[in-house]
């Protein structure tokens, strides 16, 4: 039965927004034109996790990753003049294997205090969780999950340095 399966092989839990913002950021210097000044409007298409399914990345956990990884870039304003949108577009999971390996797909939109577009790109990151990461599959998903999406988050504030 489904409930004796879910028992052998554990619960899902959703991604946890600590692990989701990445260690180190760019190396290219800070873009001054953003220095406090973005903050995040709204983070939509993240969805809630179901224990008996697969682990899954919330909006409100992707948007307060988000906003962790630009204030500890220097970029969150709590009242900037620049408002983020984020959408997860898409988040490609394998449903087996050992190594399992998940893409994000997020747009960032973002315009002035004009209401002029002044960033949006759509972009996509993946990661790997290995067997030997977890030799629990619903585990090694979260990881995977968290993994693309701090990968997505550095992908992100990357491109903004660089524009």
């Given amino acids: 039965?489904?409930?004796?399966?879910?028992?052998?092989?554990g619960c899902a839990t959703t991604a946890k927004n600590t692990a989701m913002v990445?260690?180190?950021?760019?190396?290219i210097g800070l873009n001054e034109n953003y220095s406090k000044s973005i903050r995040v409007a709204a983070v939509e298409g993240g969805k809630a996790t179901n224990p008996l399914w697969t682990s899954?990345?919330?909006s409100g956990a992707f948007k307060t990753s988000l906003e962790n990884s630009l204030k500890a870039r220097g970029y969150l304003g709590l009242n900037g003049p620049n408002v983020l949108t984020a959408t997860l577009v898409d988040l490609k999971q394998p449903l087996v294997g050992t190594s399992l390996t998940v893409t994000s797909i997020v747009?960032?939109?973002?315009?002035?205090?004009?209401g002029q577009s002044v960033f949006d790109q759509t972009i996509t990151a993946s990661y790997t969780?290995?067997?030997s990461d977890s030799l629990l599959a619903v585990e090694r998903l979260r990881l995977a999950?968290?993994?693309?999406a701090r990968a997505n988050i550095a992908k992100f504030i990357a491109a903004l340095d660089k524009q």
């Fill in 1 to 9: 039965s489904l409930g004796l399966l879910a028992l052998v092989a």
């Fill in 22 to 27: 990445p260690g180190s950021l760019s190396e």
């Fill in 56 to 58: 899954q990345i919330s």
């Fill in 107 to 114: 747009r960032y939109a973002m315009k002035n205090a004009s």
């Fill in 129 to 131: 969780a290995a067997f």
């Fill in 145 to 148: 999950n968290e993994g693309s």
